[in-house]
């Protein structure tokens, strides 16, 4: 069975930093890429950071500059990091790792909370 395991969110002030991780379980095959996604209450769930097997990076205009991604490849597993600095209020959302393959289906971590205190 695939998981996609989040760790690393919780409760920071503003210009603070927090680093997320996200592990993957199980047989995973044809990764296309990897990513976080994040939901504010009342707004849509946004891409946040994406970075492909080829190891190109994309990222939201809003944390350009202030948020890296970053993948480890071990074996079976691999483990994508989203390393966030100089977080704002506006940074306040549920997380999501994300893992996009070449073939559906895709997967999705179970989300976890960061939230940005001013």
């Known amino acids: 069975q695939v998981q996609l395991v989040e760790s690393g969110g919780g409760l920071v002030q503003a210009g603070g930093s927090l680093r997320l991780s996200c592990v993957t379980s199980g047989s995973i095959f044809s990764i296309n890429a990897m990513g976080w996604y994040r939901q504010a209450p009342g707004k849509q769930r946004e891409l946040v950071a994406i970075i492909t097997n080829g190891d190109s990076t994309n990222y939201a205009d809003s944390v350009k500059g202030r948020f890296t991604i970053s993948i480890s490849r071990d074996n079976a597993k691999n483990t994508v990091y989203l390393q966030m600095n100089s977080l704002k209020p506006e940074d306040t959302a549920v997380y999501y790792c994300?893992?996009?393959?070449?073939?559906?289906?895709?997967?999705w971590g179970q989300g976890t909370q960061v939230t940005v205190s001013s």
């Open positions: 994300y893992l996009k393959r070449l073939l559906p289906p895709d997967y």
